[in-house]
């Protein structure tokens, strides 16, 4: 287990890490999202050790990361694909992870087999594309076949076939017992992959739970289709809901549920073509949640054109 | 099995880290040719110019052997730096760091590869370097040095020993500075242009710091003879130690509490 007490991180001026309290626990794949730049990557380094924490502590089944005995046996992490030599081949990147931990050369060749790299081992890892260097990372995290796995951002630049492995393989890592904490600024994406999410912005914990917990707890909308659109509209909106014109035959209800829509329309004697209660997707949830928490946000205009 | 990371196996993986690049072993030969091979060649025109000359102008065989190792210098400087900054510019002291937390231990296993690896090619050189200028000297009768001689044993084996403490210098600064631009940059300031502008200024206050100048100790502890305005080539040695020593600490101090 992962456990974060207070943990912040503050440079100069900016709060990258704020305050954060979460106990990461075996068994489940646990996401951890948030927007680029809400402190995801940052939280990591400090669970590696790599960043120190200014005030707050971060412990690995009760222990500091410096005090692991062989760390790559505890602790897998794939941080960036990018962190290693480009000029040393994929199996002599990992045979020297393998060396300072006393891990056997045969699981060197396991683990790259493992990831589907073994007919470009002896390749330069700077010849790799983004994908085979996210295929490279996740051998690093397993060669000390650890009970507890950290990937940063590990789905990007893999093609649907190596998401679709990826989503796979951390669900069966998660079902051996471990740890697996998947960091993603893609809520669609986590929603195949965790049971748990934590979900950040700016620094600071907005949300922790069961994802399916957090569908739920979204407010939804229903969609109504009706000849008499303006009547019910207007009835509904005396009523107290929000309502939005799709079309002239169509409105969109927010904060309703198709009952209480249903029975707007009965009380005004309006006949109803169509009644279908819209569920808030993962996506909706996460962006309502860290609207207010974007780092780098592009213009409203954008946004909404996007749509 | 051991109880923990012992330094034999961060020394190992780092051995295979070094190994394993290609521009090690770029660098490596173009060490081993420019101390060797231009030391041939200048031990070759030096030569010619004395015997064709005259017993008018003064020999140093030592000098001319060795004078390869003025180009070598850079060579180490500049792979003991990017032995450090390598790792910053790829980020790969990230991973690194995730395998070995303990930096000073981390840091010291980069150190004895580096040591070990220059000592054994370093002495090689020099001795190689040696013996063809030897051949040369004597080819033309103009004097050599011997080494059942104590003075120029010394000046030759510390010859490989120089080139260890100035890949140590390199090293320190990349240690403190992360940037190769900025490591390598520094180390030829203090090398090559500090001396010249020293050299510029009036005597009496060059000399006092010119003796203190890594070029100068590096030079001393070769030197058969003995110059009133420098150290002795042990005393040039000791005081060339502690500053690799000394910028070394300093880097693994603050290496300490930065983030990786």
């Known amino acids: ?307 | 099995m051991s109880s923990s990371i012992s330094l034999a196996s961060s020394t190992k993986a780092e051995w295979i880290k070094f190994r394993s690049l290609r521009s090690s072993i770029y660098s490596l030969i173009t060490l081993i040719g420019l101390t060797v091979g231009l030391g041939a060649l200048i031990t070759f025109a030096i030569a010619k110019h004395y015997a064709d000359r005259g017993g008018d102008l003064t020999y140093d065989p030592i000098a001319s052997s060795l004078a390869g190792l003025f180009f070598a210098q850079f060579v180490v400087g500049v792979m003991g730096a990017m032995l450090m900054t390598g790792e910053y510019a790829t980020t790969s002291i990230r991973t690194s760091l995730a395998a070995f937390p303990r930096r000073t231990e981390f840091i010291i296993s980069k150190v004895v590869v580096l040591v070990v690896t220059l000592l054994i090619v370093g002495e090689a050189m020099v001795f190689v370097s040696y013996f063809i200028g030897h051949m040369i000297e004597a080819s033309y009768n103009v004097p050599t040095a011997s080494l059942s001689n104590g003075a120029t044993w010394r000046a030759v084996s510390f010859g490989g020993v120089e080139l260890v403490l100035l890949s140590l210098l390199g090293f320190g600064l990349g240690l403190l500075l992360r940037r190769t631009a900025a490591a390598i940059a520094v180390f030829v300031v203090v090398l090559l242009v500090a001396p010249i502008l020293l050299n510029i200024l009036p005597s009496s206050w060059g000399e006092p710091i010119l003796r203190w100048m890594p070029s100068n100790l590096s030079q001393g502890m070769m030197s058969l003879t003995r110059d009133a305005h420098t150290f002795g080539p042990w005393n040039c040695l000791i005081i060339l130690a502690l500053y690799a020593i000394g910028l070394v600490s300093l880097g693994i101090v603050f290496f300490n509490r930065r983030d990786a």
């Open chain 1, 1 to 307: 287990m992962i456990q974060l007490k207070n943990l912040t991180k503050r440079y100069d001026n900016v709060v990258a890490v704020n305050d954060l309290t979460v106990d990461i626990q075996p068994g489940v794949v646990t996401g951890f999202l948030g927007p680029n730049g809400s402190g995801k990557s940052t939280t990591m380094r400090m669970i590696l050790g790599l960043d120190r924490p200014t005030s707050g502590s971060v412990t690995i089944d009760g222990k500091n990361y410096a005090d692991l005995k062989f760390p790559l046996r505890e602790v897998g992490a794939l941080i960036d694909a990018k962190a290693l030599h480009p000029g040393r081949s994929a199996r002599n990147h990992l045979l020297s992870l393998a060396a300072t931990n006393n891990i056997p050369k045969k699981r060197v060749d396991e683990v790259l087999d493992i990831v589907g790299l073994s007919k470009v081992a002896r390749k330069r890892a700077g010849d790799f594309s983004l994908g085979m260097g996210q295929r490279l990372g996740i051998a690093g995290a397993l060669l000390g076949d650890p009970q507890i796995l950290l990937f940063d951002e590990p789905v990007n630049g893999l093609d649907p076939e190596g998401i679709r492995w990826v989503r796979e393989f951390f669900r069966g890592l998660a079902s051996e017992g471990r740890t697996v904490f998947v960091s993603s600024h893609l809520m669609s994406e986590m929603a195949l992959t965790a049971d748990d999410v934590i979900v950040i912005g700016r620094g600071k914990l907005i949300r922790q739970g069961k994802i399916t917990d957090l569908t739920e707890s979204a407010v939804g909308s229903v969609v109504v289709r009706s000849p008499q659109a303006d009547a019910l509209g207007a009835a509904l909106r005396q009523a107290g809901f929000q309502v939005t014109a799709d079309n002239e035959t169509s409105l969109t209800i927010g904060g309703a549920t198709s009952e209480q829509v249903g029975d707007v329309a009965h009380d005004n004697n309006i006949a109803l073509h169509e009644l279908t209660p819209q569920r808030a997707s993962l996506e909706d949830v996460f962006m309502e949640l860290t609207a207010d928490s974007v780092e780098y946000s592009g213009s409203q205009h954008t946004t909404e054109e996007a749509k």
